[in-house]
């Protein structure tokens, strides 16, 4: 019979040695995480960030090695009518005085008022490391309160980079807690549902969760050659949670039904190892991959969103295969206590016994599929092509000022802030390297410039007090800021940039020796990325696919298998992406899900829910695909054999997925677009996948194609020597289908 495979040898010393597995899987997530702590992490710079035209700006400003102290503004206007100008200035005094006593203020600036006297504008500059400014605003908020107390008929508030940061941190940040706090118990849940047993749906909580830590001081580690970014940790928890559950779902799930049929522990344990068990080292295999592609971006962010994902996939891998043996063998039947009565009754693994009443939902949906299924597989294909075809008119953008949520006075008081003081909102930076001996020159070209700009109606005019021009200390650097009055996700304010960058500075900046310039700023950062995604994508997906195929070819001996899992999964991608689109570019779900349509899907998003996709995805393709290939080895026909892994696998595919749109879902409550974007785009996506795509396409192409599945090429015809389990039996299994 040859010899067994690595994960049944891993099971069977895990279960004969439970404490000594438990023990090393405990070190090793111990050393992992505190190694990693204590190595500390590398955090990616604005240079490793760079991309496209707006990163060379970004690279140069940095080379100027300004000093930017922080800024803050007390904005006054009326409350109704027009502003009264004298009791303005009267308020911009008192709030002055106020000010200069207030530790952490170096500077207030003369009142500035608004091109319409609508306005009137106080410049704070703030000491100290701006980089924590916002964490030492609150004496300024208080000095602004009580000036706004001393004159209640204006309207006084305080705005500007440290405050708008100081309330995007108290939003999200309570966000986030609402999120991780919801996501555990959600799991949980979900889990006694599915297995109505308290420690069976605590097991891959357990795991998943040991899993995260291990890979967030693994990754940490990984950062000092991979520098990390600060979502690396939120996605090594996103999809370390998911796989985490999902590959000792499908373990425990598996052991728990050999049990039933009679098995002793260890044999259970090692067929649960040797079918479900090979079944997560294919998925995690094709996770990883999928991961990997990321690295092809040539971006900071999505390197290591990469690395973090591939560490965590690979230990909960490790997990399941290891620890999670042990733990079963050393609780035995333990595992089912304590049991909720009524869910225990709906859930518990069938026996197989006679007179034991067969499933009757699965097959009532396969039905359709295992009949007709020509029929059945155009309909839902069809269907599914209808939803991804608004993916075709898929727009990037990144999310700008506008699209942060205005529940705080902070986000308010900015939108009166550039109603007033256009100039103060959206802007272009033109980012000048040249020899020290020309930064007279520079600076002529940069006021021309900018005089230029400000005569075009899609620029703001310019400030009564001329253009703002930075030059470095070292007379290299020269930085000028040129402003637009629109929004920056406004079509026009893209074509300022595009005004700027092919017109009005090529021919203000041309001739100056040994000039190097570039254009960034918001706009100028979102514009390059979405190009940078669309050049990449191509190349990511190949890449991803081409070794998908390899890897299922060589897992099932199949080539068709491996094509049709590849169509199957870009199928369920292209549904996920139309469904974005209809949901997000047009304003119809806006009231429905509590956001402002930005007009197009954040720049990021594409590439990134691709690989997530694809590899969570292959998940329960590889599950569900090997439990139809058991039916095959045990000689069931084509037909039944592909009744028989549906329906087999359909509960704890289903549990699987529903786990994964209830933490997703939670995604999708957050403030932020970009964050409603992901949770919607993924739950959606899993939620296709596991139902449509799983239990009405595959089944149905499955059966149209019939023996043509299992074709391949000579070479790849020979099989591993590994018998095969207990056929799988028949009758009860899939009454109702045929």
């Known amino acids: 019979m040859g010899a067994r495979p690595v994960t049944v040898r891993l099971a069977r010393w895990s279960a004969e040695h439970p404490w000594r597995a438990i023990a090393l899987w405990v070190v090793f997530v111990a050393v992992c995480f505190v190694g990693g702590n204590a190595a500390g992490l590398n955090e990616a710079t604005n240079s490793d960030r760079a991309i496209g035209e707006s990163g060379r700006a970004g690279v140069i400003v940095e080379g100027g090695d300004f000093h930017q102290p922080a800024v803050e503004n007390i904005l006054i206007t009326a409350r109704t009518g027009t502003l009264d100008q004298a009791a303005a200035r009267a308020a911009a005094g008192d709030a002055a005085e106020r000010l200069r006593s207030v530790v952490g203020v170096a500077e207030v600036g003369q009142p500035v008022p608004a091109r319409d006297d609508s306005a009137l504008l106080l410049p704070i500059t703030m000491s100290g490391d701006p980089e924590t400014a916002s964490e030492r605003l609150q004496p300024l908020l208080d000095a602004t309160a009580a000036t706004q107390d001393a004159h209640p008929r204006l309207r006084i508030e305080q705005v500007g980079g440290p405050s708008v940061n100081k309330a995007l941190d108290d939003t999200l940040g309570k966000d986030f807690q609402r999120a991780e706090l919801l996501s555990l118990p959600v799991t949980l849940a979900i889990l006694i549902i599915a297995f109505g047993a308290l420690i069976a749906a605590g097991v891959p909580v357990l795991l998943a969760l040991s899993s995260v830590a291990a890979a967030m001081g693994l990754s940490t580690l990984a950062s000092h050659l991979v520098p990390a970014t600060d979502v690396t940790a939120s996605v090594i928890l996103l999809i370390g949670m998911a796989v985490g559950v999902d590959y000792s779902l499908f373990y425990v799930r598996r052991e728990r039904e050999e049990r039933a049929k009679g098995r002793s522990g260890l044999d259970a344990v090692e067929i649960a190892a040797e079918t479900s068990g090979h079944a997560v080292v294919v998925s995690g295999f094709a996770v990883v991959i999928s991961m990997a592609g990321l690295l092809l971006a040539g971006d900071a962010v999505f390197s290591s969103l990469a690395v973090g994902s591939i560490l965590v996939v690979a230990v909960a891998v490790t997990g399941s295969l290891t620890v999670l043996p042990a733990l079963l063998a050393k609780l035995g039947r333990w595992v089912d206590r304590p049991r909720v009565p009524l869910l225990w009754r709906l859930t518990a693994p069938r026996t197989g016994r006679a007179g034991e009443a067969p499933p009757r939902f699965w097959p009532a949906v396969l039905r359709p599929a295992l009949r007709a299924p020509v029929a059945t597989l155009v309909i839902s294909v069809g269907l599914l092509l209808a939803l991804a075809a608004p993916a075709l008119g898929m727009k990037l953008k990144f999310p700008g000022m506008e699209d942060l949520p205005r529940s705080t006075p902070a986000m308010q008081a900015y939108d009166r802030l550039t109603a007033a003081f256009p100039s103060n909102g959206t ?185 997530v996709l694809f590899g969570l995805s292959m998940d329960y393709h590889v599950f569900v695909v090997s439990r139809i290939r058991e039916g095959i080895r045990a000689g069931m026909s084509n037909r039944d054999a592909v009744a028989y892994g549906i329906t087999t696998s359909a509960g704890v595919v289903t549990s699987a997925a529903i786990v994964m749109v209830g933490v997703f879902s939670i995604f999708a409550t957050l403030s932020t677009i970009d964050m409603k974007q992901l949770g ?37 015809r020979r099989r591993p020597a590994v018998a095969p389990t207990d056929p799988p039996a028949s009758a009860p299994e899939l009454v109702g289908v045929r």
């Open 680 to 716: 919607i785009g993924l739950a959606a996506a899993i939620l296709l996948d596991a139902t449509i795509i799983r239990a009405v396409v595959l089944p149905a192409l499955m059966t149209m194609l019939g023996d043509a599945n299992w074709w391949a090429p000579r070479f790849l």
């Open 427 to 611: 802007s272009h930076t033109v980012a000048v390297r040249a020899p020290a001996a020309e930064a007279e020159r520079v600076r002529a070209a940069l006021t021309d410039l900018a005089g230029r700009a400000g005569g075009d109606p899609l620029f703001a005019p310019v400030e009564a007090d001329g253009p703002k021009i930075r030059v470095s200390d070292d007379r290299r650097v020269s930085v000028l800021e040129v402003a637009t009055p629109y929004a920056s996700r406004d079509d026009r304010a893209v074509d300022s940039l595009h005004r700027l960058r092919d017109d009005l500075a090529p021919a203000a900046l041309r001739g100056v020796p040994g000039i190097e310039y570039a254009v960034g700023g918001g706009v100028a950062a979102s514009e390059d990325y979405a190009a940078h995604v669309r050049d990449k994508l191509p190349l990511v997906m190949g890449f991803v696919l081409v070794l998908t195929f390899l890897v299922m070819t060589l897992t099932f001996r199949s080539v068709v298998v491996a094509v049709s899992s590849i169509a199957l999964n870009l199928l369920s991608a292209g549904a996920a992406y139309g469904l974005l689109v209809l949901v997000f570019q047009g304003g119809w779900a806006d009231d429905l899900l509590g956001f402002t349509s930005m007009g197009a899907i954040v720049s990021w998003l594409p590439l990134f829910l691709f690989v």
